[in-house]
């Protein structure tokens, strides 16, 4: 079904399911969805400007230049998506309490967020610029940092994270002292 390249402004979704009843527009400003399930859907092209994406599913949807301008996600569920495919320009993204496991975010700017009480299981931060973002209580097991910046930024109440200091720029980012083994694991050390 191809859908009408129009634009729609400051609606309400609550508890659509998507995957049952396609998404007929292709352009989204001020727009908020609550408990919408857009899980497996193709979202390719589509814009999304100043919207808020509450308690919504939006696990492996395809993301191919859809545009994330100004949008904040609370309570989601958000597995496997590939940040990287979105379009570029004008991205930016707020996550709070949201489930991001399988996730990659490989080359993209997420630097001067505050990203609260996420979940990161086997992430990819690849070449990621996340410098002086405070990750408040997230969770990083098994995510990958390699060529990350991380300058500045706070994980000093984030726990399983396991980063390289020698692959990663870590300068004046700040870590609790026992998140500190975190910087060890590369040097498979025994800390009593």
């Known amino acids: 079904m191809k859908r009408e390249t129009a634009y729609i402004s400051e609606e309400r979704f609550e508890k659509v399911n998507f995957t049952e009843v396609p998404l007929k527009f292709t352009d989204f400003e001020g727009c908020t969805f609550t408990n919408c399930d857009f899980s497996n859907l193709d979202l390719s092209d589509l814009k999304f400007v100043d919207c808020a994406f509450n308690g919504c599913n939006l696990s492996m949807i395809k993301s191919h230049d859809t545009v994330f301008s100004d949008v904040r996600f609370t309570n989601c569920k958000m597995l496997g998506i590939r940040f990287e495919d979105c379009h570029a320009v004008g991205a930016s993204y707020e996550f709070d309490h949201c489930q991001l496991d399988y996730a990659s975010f490989y080359q993209q700017h997420l630097k001067k967020k505050t990203i609260r009480g996420c979940q990161f299981k086997e992430s990819d931060f690849t070449a990621c610029d996340i410098s002086r973002t405070c990750f408040e209580n997230c969770d990083f097991l098994l995510a990958r940092f390699d060529r990350t910046n991380l300058e500045g930024s706070d ?18 980012a700040k870590f609790s002292l026992s998140g500190v083994v975190g910087l060890l694991d590369e040097y498979d050390i025994v800390i009593e």
Request: no cysteine; net charge positive; hydrophobic share 30%.
């Open 155 to 172: 994980f000093r109440t984030s726990f399983n994270y396991s980063i390289n200091p020698t692959v990663n720029r870590i300068k004046k």
